[in-house]
């Protein structure tokens, strides 16, 4: 357990507004990370951070916002949500002593 | 372009049986492979790490295998158990700069009693 919290962990809401989900750690972890899990695809990176205020986009950051106001916090938003965006939302962190990353529990979002 | 490729899509095997699943990548310059297990509802958990200069590698039932020169690697899955259910993710890093990390889209295995 890499102490990752996510919330919601199951959100429905409507086309056009804003989302924010939330990653939540207690490790005092440097590298945060949010990714996307669609069928039939890989874990997509959408936004990573490298510490507080400092964060950088992904391969599939349209669409998205991030912030990391506090090494704890790693929030993800979408400022108006579309049905594509529909997805597990996934947060992690990386272990820097070995590179490995651990994943929270998901976030399931569903635009209607 | 780099690429992580998974086969098959999914499996089903029986209970006791072995199986293996097969991932290909053509990712450059390679750093290291890890397979993850991830069960239904939940975030991926990682079984193994291989670099360059390691072909094997073993937790428990579970034995990774890599061949750098041709960019393949495989899991083996020893006397399957209905906990082994669960979709298997192999995902490569590369450092290009900067360390990136591409995930394949997983093989689904359902154990069966």
């Known amino acids: 357990d890499a102490g990752i919290t996510q919330s919601p962990r199951h959100k429905v809401t409507e086309t056009g507004t804003p989302v924010t989900l939330r990653c939540h750690q207690t490790?005092?972890?440097?590298?945060m990370y949010w990714y996307r899990q669609d069928p039939g695809h890989g874990l997509r990176l959408i936004h990573y951070s490298y510490g507080v205020k400092d964060t950088d986009k992904g391969e599939v950051s349209d669409g998205y916002s991030v912030s990391r106001s506090k090494t704890e916090d790693f929030l993800l938003t979408l400022e108006s949500a579309t049905s594509s965006q529909t997805s597990v939302y996934f947060c992690?962190?990386?272990?820097?002593?070995?590179?490995?990353?651990?994943f929270g529990e998901g976030s399931r979002l569903t635009v209607l | 372009k780099n690429q992580v490729e998974q086969s098959p899509q999914s499996l089903i095997i029986l209970e006791g049986k072995n199986c293996t699943l097969q991932c290909n990548y053509t990712v450059s310059p390679f750093s290291n492979l890890r397979w993850y297990k991830q069960d239904t509802g939940r975030g991926p958990v990682s079984l193994t790490i291989?670099?360059?200069?390691?072909n094997t590698k073993s937790n428990g039932r579970y034995t990774a295998t890599l061949d750098a020169d041709t960019k393949q690697s495989s899991l083996h899955i020893t006397a399957s158990q209905l906990s082994d259910s669960a979709s298997y993710i192999c995902v490569v890093s590369f450092n290009t700069g900067g360390f990136k990390t591409i995930f394949g889209a997983g093989t689904r295995l359902f154990v069966k009693a």
């Open positions: 291989m670099t360059f200069s390691e």
């Open positions: 992690a962190i990386k272990d820097r002593a070995t590179g490995e990353l651990f």
């Open positions: 490790e005092n972890h440097r590298y």
